[in-house]
C-alpha cells in the first residue's frame, strides 16, 4: 500500500507555495467547481497558513458570478411568479398558477441554458416557432399522410385549428417574453443564474476584478461557452491560473468520453499551457484493488457496503481515518437504507444528503388535514360536519397523539362507541385548541396555507412543550413546513385565491425536493456518503460505489425542455448524450485516479426489482482497463418462510373459557349463538380468537364497513322502526292491509331518521348527493317489503327483534348431562292461523335450499349454508324457548335482492329423500330431531377437550378474517 498518499488539493496547494508567497495567495482568489471541495481546499489551506485571518477568498463559481453581476440570484419561487405575471401581461397564461408551474419552471431553465451559451434567444426561438410551424401543418408529410391523420382528426379539426394556433401563438411571442421578463428582473437586480453570467460577460471591466492580485480556477471540466469566455478575458487581463484534474487513461484516448471536454480545452490558447505534460497514470497504479459485487437486491448492496467496511476496520485498526473513505450513492433511493446500515463504530458522516421531508409524520400531517378539508367539500357531506373515518385517521397521526395522547385516544374511542359516518364540528371544537384549529371547515373565502400554518405552530408549540428528544426531527420538520408555508402564502396569495386543491397541488411540488439534515449525525471527520458530482476534486483512499447499474451512472433522467435536440445541437447546448454522460464518466473515472481500494455494488439485471443493466463504465473498466478486477457474485439463497399450522390444544386455561358456556346451578355466564357456531364451523380456530380469547376486531375493520354491509345494517333499523308502532297498536289483533298502507306514508321519514341517526349523530339534514340515492333504492326496497306483507295479511304481528330486550335463550341439556346455553336476536315473528314465521332479513342474494338438514354442519358446505343454518337456529330456538309445539314453526329469510322477483317466497326448502325434489319447510317438526343430532354433535366437539383449534382448510375465508395476520395467510 502506498503510505505516501497525497490528493490533488493538496499537490495544487502544495505548487501554489513553491510559486507564490503566502501574501499572495492571501490576496488572491480561488474558485472550485463544488461547495464540498471547497470545504476540503480550505482545509489543506488551513495546514499551510497558520493565521486564520490570512486566508485567501475560496468559493465556487456561481456567487462569484452573481457578486460580480450585481444581481442576486432570487429564489426559484420568486422568479417563476414575475414570470407567470409577464405571460399574463401577453394573455398567454390563462391557467392556475399551479398548472403553470411545471412547464415554467422548464421554460425558466431553458432561459437560464440559453444565457449560459450565449445564444441569441430571438434566433432560437424564431427556429423553433418555425419548426413547430411545420410539425403542426403537416408540410413535411406526404400526401398519403396528411389524408390519414386529417381523416383520423376530421371530427375534431375546429377545436384542434383553435389549439394550433394558441400553440403557435406561445412560440411566437417567447422572444417578447423573454425580453421583458429579463428586463425587469434585471431593474429589480434579480436573476437566475444564466442570466448573471451574461450580464457579467456583458459588462467585463478591469475595475471590476481591483481586489483581486491572482486568479486560480481549480479542478474544472465541462464549461458553458459564458464560462469559457469568462475565464478566457480573465487570462488576457488578469492574473490567472488554471488547474486541471487529468489522467492519461483518458486523456490520451480519443476514445474515452471522461476526457471528452479536458481534450478539447487543451487546444485552446488560453487553457493550453496549464495542461501538464505528461498526463499522469494513477487509474492504472499497480496498488489498486478494485472489487465488483453483484447482488439481487438493493438490500443486499447496503449490507455488502457496511461488511466490507467493517473488514476494513478492523484490518487497517487505528490507521483507518473515515473521512478517507467515501460512500457514493448511484442511486439515492440507497442513502437513508446506507445511513441506517453503517458499522456501529462509523456512525458519524459528513453529507449533504438528509432525511425526505415527505417522509415525516408532520408532512404526512399536512396531506391528511387539507384532505379532510376535502372530504369536507364532497356532495355527501353536510355543512358543519366532517367524516368519521377521516378524523379517527388524523387522530391517530403521531404528531396530533402525542400533542395530547389521553385527549386522542378519548376521541377515538367515542367515535368509534357511537359511531356515526360523520361527526358535528361543533362537538370537537369544543373540546381543545388544537381541536378547533383542525376542524374549521374550509370555504371559498378561508386562506388555505394560513389554516395549515396555524395547526402546524400549534402542533410544533405543543411537542416542544413534551421536551422528548426522539421528537427532534419532526419538531425540525414542523419548522422547516412551517417556514416554506409562511414563503408560498407571501408569493402565492398576491396572485389569486387558491382553492385546496390547488394549493395541494403547488404545495406538493414546492415541497417534495426538501431534506432535513442529520446534525447529530454529522461531522467533518465522519465517512463521506456523496452524489457523484459532489466528489469533484476530492480523492480518498477507500471508495464504495452502491447501486451502479445503467441509468443510475450514468444517469438517464432526461431534463425537460422545449428546446428539440436538434436544435439544441445546432445551437451548441448541453444535450444528455454529450454533456451529462461526459461528466458522469469524468466523475467516475477520476474516482479511481488516487483511490487504493475500490468497491463496487450493482444490481443484478434480470431482478424483477431492477431491469436495468449494469453500468457500462464497468464494461469500459472490464475490457480495456487491464486493471486487476475481483468479481463476486452474492448469491442469497431465497427464504420462503415455513407457516407451521396453528394448532391450539384445550389445556386447562381454554377449557376454563369454554365452561362459561355451560350452565351450572341454573345460572350462565356466557351463551352461544348461532355467528359463533357459524364462526366455529367455517374456523374453529377463528372461533378461539373471537370467543375463547376475545379478541376484539381491530376498530377500523368495524367502521369501515362496505357499502353492502352498511345498507343492510340500515335496513334492518328502518325494519325495526317502521313495524314497531304496529307491533304495539294491533297487539293480539290481526295486521290488515290497510295498516300496512299506512306505514307507507310514515316510511320516507323514517328513513331519513335513521339514516341521519347512523350517519349524523341524529341531526336531520338537507339530503343529497350518494346518500340521497342511498334511501331512495332503501323506499324502494322496504316499500316492496310492505307489498309481500300485504298479500300475506291478514297476520299477528308477533315480535320485531325478539331477544334484543329480553333475552330470548334456552339451556339445552347434552347427552353427557352438560347444559349448554344457546340464545339469539330474531328479526321478526308473525302468526297466522296455526303457523308461526319466523323471519330473518338479508340484503345479500343467499340460497334458500339445502340438500338435508346434517349438510347444516358439513364444515364443506358450512360457508354456503350458514344463513340457513342461522334461520332454522332461529326457527328451532323460539319453538324450544316458548314451548310452541302446538303450532307449524316456519323459518324464512326475506331477501332485499330476490324480494322483487317474481313469485317471491321467503320459505326454506329441502330435498326430499324419497322423490328427490325440494319441499317447503312449512314446519321444522320433521326436522327437528336432525337438528338437534347434528347441534349436539358440534357442542359436544367444541367442548371436547382432545379436539383442539385449527386452521379452517378452505383459503377463501381467509381474505376476509381479521386475524390472517396472525395466521400469516
Not at 246 to 269: C, F, I, S, V
Not at 313 to 330: M, Y
Request: contains cysteine.
Amino acid at each position: 500500500m502506498d503510505n505516501s498518499y497525497h490528493s490533488f488539493l493538496e499537490e495544487v496547494t502544495e505548487d501554489l507555495f513553491q510559486q507564490y508567497t503566502v501574501a499572495d495567495i492571501t490576496r488572491s482568489i480561488f474558485i472550485l467547481p463544488g461547495q464540498k471541495a471547497v470545504e476540503r481546499f480550505q482545509q489543506v489551506l488551513c495546514n499551510k497558513i497558520d493565521n486564520p485571518a490570512w486566508l485567501p477568498q475560496v468559493l465556487t463559481l456561481e456567487p462569484w458570478i452573481e457578486q460580480c453581476s450585481k444581481i442576486t440570484i432570487a429564489p426559484n419561487l420568486d422568479l417563476l411568479v414575475l414570470l407567470y405575471q409577464t405571460f399574463q401581461q401577453f394573455k398567454a397564461a390563462d391557467e392556475p398558477f399551479e398548472r403553470f408551474y411545471g412547464w415554467g419552471n422548464m421554460l425558466l431553465q431553458d432561459f437560464d441554458i440559453l444565457d449560459k451559451c450565449l445564444v441569441d434567444p430571438n434566433q432560437l426561438f424564431a427556429n423553433l416557432y418555425e419548426q413547430k410551424a411545420i410539425t403542426l401543418t403537416y408540410e413535411h408529410l406526404s400526401e398519403a399522410q396528411k389524408e390519414a391523420i386529417q381523416s383520423f382528426w376530421k371530427s375534431f379539426e375546429k377545436r384542434l385549428s383553435t389549439q394550433q394556433q394558441d400553440f403557435l401563438k406561445l412560440w411566437e411571442i417567447l422572444p417578447h417574453i423573454y425580453k421583458r421578463f429579463t428586463a425587469e428582473l434585471i431593474k429589480k437586480g434579480i436573476g437566475y443564474a444564466g442570466l448573471c453570467y451574461r450580464e457579467l460577460y456583458n459588462n467585463l471591466t478591469k475595475e471590476l476584478l481591483i481586489n483581486y492580485k491572482h486568479f486560480f480556477f481549480i479542478g474544472f471540466n465541462a464549461l458553458h461557452p459564458v464560462e469559457e469566455k469568462i475565464f478566457a478575458w480573465l487570462h488576457s487581463n488578469i492574473s490567472t491560473q488554471f488547474y486541471w484534474d487529468t489522467d492519461a487513461y483518458y486523456m490520451n484516448d480519443k476514445n474515452q468520453e471522461a476526457g471528452y471536454y479536458l481534450r478539447h480545452h487543451q487546444t485552446k490558447p488560453y487553457f493550453q499551457t496549464s495542461f501538464k505534460k505528461p498526463f499522469p497514470a494513477r487509474i492504472q497504479n499497480n496498488f489498486k484493488k478494485i472489487n465488483f459485487f453483484e447482488a439481487n437486491t438493493a438490500a443486499e448492496q447496503v449490507e455488502l457496503v457496511s461488511s466490507q467496511l467493517q473488514q476494513l476496520i478492523n484490518q487497517e485498526g487505528n490507521s483507518f481515518q473515515p473521512h478517507q473513505a467515501v460512500i457514493v450513492l448511484a442511486n439515492e433511493d440507497l442513502f437513508l437504507p446506507m445511513l441506517h446500515a453503517l458499522p456501529t463504530n462509523l456512525q458519524s458522516v459528513n453529507t449533504t444528503l438528509g432525511y425526505p421531508i415527505t417522509y415525516t409524520a408532520s408532512y404526512q400531517l399536512i396531506e391528511q388535514i387539507l384532505a379532510l378539508q376535502i372530504t369536507t367539500q364532497q356532495p355527501t357531506c353536510p355543512a358543519g360536519y366532517f367524516p368519521t373515518q377521516a378524523i379517527i385517521a388524523l387522530l391517530k397521526h403521531t404528531p396530533i397523539k402525542y400533542c395530547n395522547q389521553a385527549l386522542a385516544s378519548e376521541t377515538i374511542q367515542l367515535l368509534t362507541n357511537h359511531y356515526t359516518s360523520y361527526t358535528s364540528q361543533k362537538i370537537l371544537s369544543e373540546a381543545s385548541e388544537l381541536y378547533q384549529a383542525i376542524f374549521r371547515p374550509a370555504s371559498s373565502t378561508i386562506d388555505i396555507a394560513q389554516y395549515v400554518i396555524d395547526v402546524m405552530t400549534l402542533v410544533k408549540a405543543q411537542l416542544e412543550a413534551q421536551e422528548d428528544s426522539s421528537l427532534a426531527l419532526e419538531e425540525e420538520a414542523l419548522g422547516e413546513l412551517i417556514k416554506q408555508l409562511s414563503y408560498i402564502q407571501v408569493i402565492i396569495t398576491p396572485l389569486y385565491k387558491v382553492s385546496i386543491e390547488r394549493f395541494i397541488q403547488l404545495f406538493r411540488q414546492l415541497i417534495r425536493s426538501l431534506q432535513l439534515t442529520f446534525k447529530e449525525k454529522t461531522s467533518a471527520k465522519g465517512i463521506q456518503i456523496l452524489r457523484i458530482w459532489e466528489t469533484a476534486n476530492l480523492d480518498f483512499k477507500y471508495v464504495f460505489i452502491v447501486g451502479m447499474n445503467e441509468g443510475n451512472l450514468p444517469a438517464s433522467t432526461a431534463q425537460g425542455s422545449f428546446i428539440p435536440y436538434n436544435l439544441r445541437k445546432g445551437y451548441g447546448l448541453p444535450t444528455m448524450d454529450i454533456f451529462q454522460a461526459t461528466l458522469d464518466a469524468y466523475y467516475f473515472y477520476r474516482l479511481l485516479q488516487r483511490a487504493q481500494q475500490v468497491y463496487i455494488t450493482y444490481n443484478t439485471p434480470s431482478s424483477a426489482t431492477n431491469p436495468k443493466e449494469v453500468s457500462r463504465y464497468l464494461w469500459q473498466l472490464l475490457y480495456e482497463s487491464k486493471l486487476p478486477i475481483e468479481q463476486h457474485y452474492i448469491n442469497t439463497a431465497i427464504y420462503t418462510p415455513t407457516i407451521c399450522p396453528i394448532i391450539i390444544k384445550k389445556d386447562d386455561g381454554v377449557l376454563l373459557k369454554l365452561e362459561e358456556f355451560v350452565v351450572k346451578n341454573g345460572q350462565e355466564k356466557r351463551s352461544l349463538t348461532p355467528a359463533a357456531l357459524n364462526t366455529y364451523l367455517g374456523c374453529s380456530l377463528r372461533f378461539y380468537f373471537r370467543y375463547i380469547l376475545q379478541l376484539q376486531v381491530p376498530q377500523q375493520l368495524l367502521i369501515e364497513d362496505t357499502d353492502a354491509i352498511r345498507f343492510g345494517s340500515l335496513f334492518h333499523k328502518v325494519m325495526e322502526k317502521l313495524y314497531a308502532p304496529l307491533q304495539i297498536a294491533r297487539k293480539g289483533s290481526m295486521v290488515q292491509k290497510n295498516d300496512l298502507e299506512k306505514l307507507k306514508s310514515q316510511l320516507q321519514a323514517i328513513i331519513a331518521e335513521v339514516f341521519s341517526n347512523a350517519l349524523y349523530s341524529n341531526h336531520i339534514l338537507q339530503w343529497g348527493g350518494e346518500h340521497l340515492i342511498e334511501q331512495e333504492v332503501m323506499q324502494k326496497v322496504v316499500n316492496k317489503i310492505l307489498e309481500i306483507d300485504k298479500k300475506h295479511t291478514p297476520f299477528t304481528l308477533v315480535g320485531i327483534e325478539v331477544g334484543k330486550q329480553q333475552s330470548l335463550m334456552i339451556h339445552f341439556r347434552l347427552t353427557s348431562d352438560k347444559v349448554v346455553a344457546l340464545s339469539g336476536i330474531i328479526d321478526r315473528i308473525d302468526q297466522k292461523q296455526d303457523s308461526i314465521r319466523v323471519i330473518d332479513y338479508k340484503t345479500g342474494g343467499d340460497e334458500k335450499y339445502v340438500e338435508q338438514i346434517s349438510n347444516l354442519f358439513d364444515r364443506s358446505t358450512a360457508q354456503k349454508t350458514k344463513v340457513i343454518f342461522q334461520t332454522f337456529f332461529y326457527a328451532w330456538l323460539f319453538k324450544k324457548h316458548a314451548n310452541n309445539s302446538a303450532y307449524k314453526i316456519m323459518p324464512g329469510i326475506v331477501n332485499t335482492r330476490s324480494a322483487f322477483n317474481t313469485n317471491f317466497d321467503p320459505r326454506l326448502m329441502v330435498k326430499q329423500v324419497d322423490t328427490k325434489d325440494y319441499r317447503y319447510i312449512e314446519d321444522i317438526t320433521p326436522y327437528q330431531s336432525e337438528f338437534e343430532t347434528g347441534l349436539e354433535l358440534l357442542l359436544q366437539e367444541i367442548l371436547d377437550p382432545q379436539i383442539p383449534f385449527i386452521q379452517t382448510e378452505d383459503h377463501f375465508q381467509c381474505a376476509t378474517c381479521p386475524y390472517k395476520r396472525i395466521c400469516e395467510r
